[in-house]
């Protein structure tokens, strides 16, 4: 007797199963089998020809483009001996128009033979079951046996597919088939290399997320590998051609079988493993990932948290670690010695080192390939200095000089990976000036350090910007590297890394050997430390951790082919299999287990615990970025948690720049990332004219923000309001580490203006609403310290991390700014999570009972603590405050009012002890006292002794770090840059 063959050839048990499961009784089965049996009588009457002889059924090809199905007929043995009074024209006619049904119907994977055997009998069964059945009820009938054969396929073939990739799994990420082909060379989009188009055998392998091919079967090092996704294609002009295309988004590989059949056959199984494959098919937000059911985050506030976790992380790496980062220094220090550890520092070059030297860990790392000329991040030394380490580190920047499109943006994700078993995602670069604790302090009291950092060089440039002259950018560079701590000879990193203002003097060019960086002379005794704020995620999870896993292997694999060449000294990297994840590493390698290490290691840190979190990876990503089409699923994400919101929204970012043209995905990528570029224009009026990609949409007032998330904070603000609900919007950004250079008053006019029109639009739908705070509210994070010989001074805490909460239940977390260059998806690339809690809280909204994310409302309840002074050791707290730590529990009640009253009492005292202090009543430069003009120009904002002892020391009744934000300040001036300047010149859209 035959057998029923799955389309792939799973083994007999499985077979049988599938049987029993389909066709559960004798008769079916026998009646299944019969297609290979002489035809009978009846059925060769119904097909009206006189042959009695059928050749066995076999599976058929699996065409790629959908024909027409062979005509099968199904008689059961029974019915040759039947007395039935069915018509045996009906039954025949019937079971054909069932099979073409199936056939032109969507199908799951399976031969059309196979699918169309199935339906036949099927109909056999309907008709010989209802030999009464006739017009529309028979009709009714078959249509319903269609369906439940979709289904029962379906299901059969999940439960083949899982048993198969079972089965097949190996060590190389799952191969599932594998053979000779040929291949032509070329195809690839972005590439200048010459080729010939010669056709070279090639060994090719099959594997469950992907098709990598090898010179021969024993090589061990794929050539080149090409990842499942939804621009994957198969292409075969015609059935009976041994030729077939394999199309991706950045390039096509034409293919050569031996025979007809052969590529029968890679087709079939390439076209199985797509349709299969998760990463062909559409999710949520329109991100490459789907929604994970259980993920295990910890959040790290601030960068002193976040580098004592990377490094316990690294330390427990077993087979791989994955870098990437805008800005990667192998000497910033990862643990500082404290306490009766003074001397416990660790680099990360020194990690790296115990990992690749010691351990035999691969690392791979991804670096921007800044514009040397305004951005002295120095990724050329970053990679000298890591691959320097081991021959197990392996090093790519990004983008190649040539690629022009690209120049204007960045790659701007934070990622660490280790094993595939942990990750980390966030804002913070493993660079220098990140470094701070929560207590922010703006003066160092340790004279003796003091002393050894009076000459420092820079180290950072702010990273909005890719390509202004030097000169012209002046403020956005941050103090970095004491003399003689050999950034430039690869020495270690003293506390001048960490001890950086962006407003400490003029800066000039200095050479170092081959190295450009810049002096400066930087008085700690007179300037005080600018803060740094900001958050990561940890997590674990096979799935999750997998996700970043394959974003980052797909920008590697993009990065290898540059503008000229494959670079074939840098190996590709394969996505593993889930059950590979699970054997790389220990068991201790989870969120839990670095936390406990580090708990460990009593560095003093106070960690949550993990909580457990839905959880999905979105990206912003293009041609240039990622060699795949546009993908925005960041700014999708933020709409639809805007748009969804109940109760109350937090924001915490770098920007704050929103236009109000549109909420859609509709931005178009060519025109946006490949077009001409045109200058700036000056003074607004679109800036880029057409050729920036404007067109339909509004923007702000200067028509030059294409982003659409000022118009949905201002359309769910004002259904809160028509519905007369509670609702808040709270923003917390820095008012901007700016001076008068055009590029930094540019941001700056941008980003108020974007706050102005969207409180201007509301204040015009609804002008009985006197108080605005009650449903949007905007602060800064400031500091005060007294400086040697008791002079006080204040400095702005730089709020650089990226982070929404919605009604305490879900966070959105990553690399992105609230601005065009992170959301548009054609410009910078970017990197978040979205974390929705598993398990819910009983706590208070608005002094109701609400079910709140555990995760989510922990999270922002640790940030309100630090912002309002009142984390042990968080400093900032003023004289004789008592405030209860529970208080910030509700954010719609008792919290949100103590949030409020503390800022805008911290806001007037601040404007009462320094005079030059930002406030909305300086609508112009010349309002605002001791303003020294020209760029570079530092003014501390000192307060002299004897007004320090004439208003009682007010400053001492600062209590934590907010204040509320002056969104009018400058607002009469025009900051764009003119006529004249090297930034005129630059496209505004580079700015935003």
């Known amino acids: 007797m035959s057998r029923y063959r799955t389309p792939s050839g799973a083994d007999d048990d499985l077979t049988l199963e599938m049987e029993d499961e389909l066709f559960g009784d004798l008769d079916a089965r026998q009646a299944l089998h019969s297609y290979q049996s002489p035809r009978s009588s009846l059925a060769a009457e119904s097909d009206g020809r006189g042959s009695t002889e059928n050749p066995p059924v076999t599976p058929s090809r699996v065409p790629l483009h959908r024909s027409a199905p062979e005509r099968v007929t199904v008689t059961s043995p029974r019915d040759s001996d ?30 059309d033979s196979e699918l169309a055997k199935a339906a036949a009998f099927k109909a056999s069964l309907v008709i010989r079951n209802n030999p009464k059945l006739k017009g529309d009820a028979l009709m009714d009938a078959l249509r319903r046996a269609e369906e439940d054969v979709v289904i029962q396929f379906k299901q059969m073939e999940e439960q083949r597919r899982l048993a198969i990739a079972t089965a097949h799994h190996s060590v190389t990420g799952g191969q599932l088939h594998s053979g000779m082909l040929e291949k032509k060379s070329g195809g690839r989009r972005n590439s200048m290399e010459m080729t010939l188009g010669t056709w070279r055998r090639r060994w090719f392998v099959l594997k469950n997320s992907c098709l990598a091919y090898y010179i021969n079967d024993e090589d061990d090092l794929p050539r080149d590998i090409l990842l499942f996704d939804k621009s994957f294609t198969v292409v075969r002009e015609r059935v009976d051609s041994h030729h077939f295309e394999i199309r991706t988004t950045s390039r096509t590989l034409q293919l050569r079988a031996n025979t007809v059949e052969e590529c029968d056959v890679w087709c079939a199984k390439i076209m199985s493993m797509m349709r299969t494959s998760e990463f062909c098919k559409a999710h949520v937000h329109s991100s490459f990932a789907p929604m994970r059911d259980v993920t295990s985050v910890s959040a790290l506030v601030d960068a002193n948290d976040y580098f004592k976790a990377v490094l316990t992380a690294l330390d427990m790496a077993a087979s791989e670690i994955f870098i990437a980062g805008w800005w990667v220094n192998v000497d910033v220090k990862l643990r500082r010695g404290e306490g009766d550890r003074p001397n416990d520092d660790v680099t990360l070059r020194q990690a790296l080192t115990a990992a690749a030297c010691e351990r035999g860990v691969k690392i791979y790392v991804l670096l921007y390939k800044e514009q040397a000329v305004a951005m002295p991040n120095n990724s050329v030394y970053a990679e000298e200095q890591l691959k320097s380490i081991s021959d197990n580190v392996f090093v790519l ?83 970095g590297v004491g003399e003689g701590s050999g950034v430039g000879n690869g020495g270690g990193l003293g506390l001048g890394v960490d001890y950086w203002n962006p407003r400490a003097g003029d800066f000039k060019p200095n050479s170092c050997g081959s190295k450009a960086w810049i002096s400066n002379s930087f008085n700690v005794s007179q300037h005080p430390k600018m803060g740094w704020h900001d958050i990561s995620v940890l997590l674990s999870g096979v799935e999750i951790v997998s996700d970043v896993s394959r974003h980052f292997i797909q920008r590697w694999l993009h990065h290898r082919v540059d503008a000229i060449q494959t670079n074939k000294t840098i190996p590709p990297l394969i996505p593993f299999t889930e059950g590979v994840v699970n054997a790389a590493g220990g068991p201790h390698l989870s969120c839990e287990g670095i936390l406990r290490k580090v708990g460990e290691n009593k560095v003093g840190v106070e960690f949550s615990n993990p909580s457990r979190c839905v959880a999905q990876v979105l990206r912003s990503g293009s041609k240039w970025s990622l060699g795949s089409k546009c993908e925005r699923s960041i700014y999708n994400t933020m709409v639809r948690l805007i748009d969804n919101s109940e109760k109350m929204i937090y924001i915490e970012n770098q920007y704050f720049v929103c236009g109000f043209g549109t909420t859609d995905d509709g931005f178009d990528e060519d025109r946006d990332s490949e077009s001409p570029v045109k200058s700036g224009g000056g003074s607004g009026g679109g800036g880029e004219g057409d050729e920036d990609g404007v067109g339909g949409f509004e923007g702000t007032r200067d028509g030059l923000v294409l982003n659409g998330i000022g118009l949905a904070l201002f359309a769910r603000i004002s259904r809160a309001i028509l519905a007369n609900e509670p609702f808040k919007v709270m923003v917390v950004m820095p008012h901007l580490a700016w001076e008068f250079n055009p590029v930094q008053s540019t941001i700056l006019h941008c980003q108020n203006e974007s706050i102005r029109e969207l409180l201007s639009r509301l204040a015009d739908l609804f002008p009985d609403v006197e108080d605005w705070t009650e449903y949007i509210s905007f602060y800064n994070l400031r500091k005060w310290g007294m400086l040697k010989g008791s002079v006080p001074v204040m400095e702005e805490i730089y709020l650089h991390d990226k982070l929404v909460i919605v009604d305490d239940r879900t966070v959105l977390l990553g690399s992105a700014n609230i601005n065009d260059r992170s959301l548009l998806g054609t410009r910078d690339s970017e990197i978040a999570v979205l974390l929705h809690d598993a398990n819910t809280i009983k706590t208070k909204m608005g002094g109701e009972e609400w079910e709140a994310g555990g995760f989510a409302h922990s999270l922002r309840c640790r940030l309100w603590r630090e912002h309002l002074g009142m984390l042990v050791g968080g400093g900032g707290g003023g004289e004789g405050a008592i405030l209860d730590p529970k208080v910030v529990e509700d954010p719609l009640g008792d919290g949100f009012q103590t949030f409020r009253f503390i800022a805008t009492a911290n806001r007037k005292i601040y404007e009462s002890c320094f005079p030059s202090m930002y406030r909305n009543e300086y609508k112009k430069i010349k309002d605002v006292p001791n303003m020294k003009g020209g760029a570079g120009k530092f003014n501390p904002n000192p307060q002299s002794e004897d007004e320090w002892k004439e208003d009682g020391g007010s400053l001492k009744n600062i209590q934590g770090h907010v204040v509320t934000a002056a969104p009018y300040f400058l607002s009469e001036e025009n900051m764009l840059p003119k006529v004249g300047q090297k930034a005129h010149l630059m496209p505004l859209r580079m700015f935003v």
């Open 397 to 479: 920047r990004h983008p190649h000089v040539l690629d022009v499109g690209a120049s204007l943006w960045s790659h701007h994700e934070k990622i660490v990976v280790v094993d595939r078993r942990v990750c980390f995602v966030g804002g913070i670069d493993l660079a220098p000036g990140r470094w701070d604790k929560s207590s922010h302090e703006c003066i160092y009291s340790d004279e003796q350090e003091l002393l050894s950092i009076e000459k420092v060089r820079q180290s950072l440039v702010d990273e909005r910007l890719s390509s202004l002259e030097l000169e012209e950018i002046g403020v956005g560079v941050r103090v």
């Open 82 to 111: 039947s007395t039935r009074t069915s018509s045996p024209r009906q039954s025949s006619g019937t079971t054909m128009l069932l099979a073409d049904m199936i056939a032109n119907a969507p199908r799951p994977n399976m031969p």
